[in-house]
C-alpha cells in the first residue's frame, strides 16, 4: 500500500467512528478532540502532493533540474564545483531543491 493509500483507509475509520457516534462508545473529551486532531491531520497530508524527487542522488536532482532548467530558461549550465556559474541559475537551482524537498549535499 502506498502512504496515501494508507492514510485514506485511516482516514475512513476514524471518520466511520465520528459518523456512527464513535460506535457506542463513550469517549471523553480528550479522546474525542484526539480522533479530530488525528482527521484533521491526515486531510492535510493527503492534500499535500507527492515529492517524486526524494531520495534522488546530488547528480540524479542535477539531471532532472537541468533538464527543467533548459526548457525554461536559456542561461548555460555551466557548472562551478557543486554549484552553478551564473548566479541566477544557483539560486534556481536552491529553490527547486527547496521546492522539491530536496537537501542540498555541499560536496
Avoid at 467512528?17 to 457506542?24: A, F, V
Avoid at 474525542?32 to 546530488?58: S, Y
Wanted: hydrophobic share 35%; with cysteine.
Amino acid at each position: 500500500m502506498t502512504k496515501d493509500e494508507v492514510l485514506r483507509l485511516a482516514f475512513e475509520a476514524l471518520d466511520a467512528l465520528c459518523i456512527n457516534d464513535y460506535s457506542g462508545y463513550e469517549l471523553g473529551k480528550r479522546d474525542a478532540h484526539l480522533v479530530d486532531n488525528a482527521l484533521t491531520a491526515i486531510k492535510e497530508a493527503l492534500a499535500q502532493p507527492e515529492r517524486e524527487f526524494v531520495g534522488l542522488t546530488d547528480e540524479e536532482a542535477r539531471v532532472k533540474f537541468e533538464s527543467w532548467h533548459k526548457a525554461e530558461y536559456v542561461q548555460p549550465l555551466e557548472r562551478y564545483g557543486h554549484t552553478y556559474k551564473n548566479m541566477h541559475v544557483r539560486n534556481r537551482w536552491q529553490g527547486w531543491l527547496a521546492a522539491n524537498g530536496i537537501k542540498e549535499k555541499n560536496t
